[in-house]
């Protein structure tokens, strides 16, 4: 079993930048990457970004690439969201997986969440 615990969110003005943080604890040997999604009201949940833990090897949605960064701290357990420029449209919901196996960029590949931190941008 793997925990996570998200924080970090909060109310920014656009063009503002937050930090979300990641926690992971319990049988995290098992992890093969870790992501972060997200989830605006109406709306499916969105693959943001991901790193392999080993390697951190990382990929990014289009919508954020160039604007945020995934990092990982192997010592601490936890993995970092760092998100820059930030727009209205990326109001929603954010959300910290872990999962053992591949399809990183796919929600319905993690077998583990923690319960989301809300962020919103304000215009």
């Known amino acids: 079993q793997v925990q996570l615990v998200e924080s970090g969110g909060g109310l920014v003005q656009a063009g503002g930048s937050l930090r979300l943080s990641c926690a992971a604890s319990g049988r995290t040997f098992s992890t093969f990457a870790m992501g972060w999604f997200r ?3 109406g709306k499916e949940r969105e693959f943001v970004a991901t790193i392999t833990w080993s390697n951190a090897f990382t990929y990014y949605a289009n919508s954020v690439k160039g604007r945020f960064t995934i990092s990982r701290d192997k010592d601490k357990n936890t993995v970092a969201l760092q998100m820059n420029r930030l727009k209205p449209e990326d109001t ?7 999962t053992g196996r591949g399809g990183a960029t796919r929600a319905s590949a993690y077998d583990y969440w923690g319960q989301g931190t809300q962020v919103t941008v304000s215009s």
Not at 92 to 98: D, N, P, Q, S
Request: aromatic letters at 20%.
């Open 39 to 41: 989830q605006a009201p």
């Open 92 to 98: 929603a919901v954010y959300y910290c997986g872990a």
